[in-house]
């Protein structure tokens, strides 16, 4: 049925944010992790999308600027 299909359209749209803040938004984030290993010298042979990047930027602007 329709409700059927509503659900688990919400249940994936749950599961797809769950996996992006742990790409790129949440604390310790892979994007994050990847650019640190970046600046230390490590090579790569594909680079991270630019939106993902900037993303992340803006997240971690906000934590630091944000008072706990």
């Known amino acids: 049925s ?3 299909i509503g659900h ?3 249940l994936s749209k749950e599961s ?3 996996a992006f803040k742990q790409l ?3 604390s310790g984030n892979l ?3 990847a650019q640190k290993i970046k600046m230390l010298g ?7 999308s630019d ?4 993303s992340t ?3 971690s602007t906000r934590a630091l600027t944000e008072p706990e």
């Open 24 to 26: 790129s938004t949440g």
């Open 31 to 33: 994007v994050s992790q």
């Open 8 to 10: 688990h359209l919400d």
């Open 42 to 48: 490590a090579k790569a042979k594909k680079s991270l």
């Open 51 to 54: 939106s993902l990047l900037e």
């Open 16 to 18: 797809y944010e769950a």
């Open 57 to 59: 930027e803006d997240e």
């Open 2 to 4: 329709l409700k059927t």
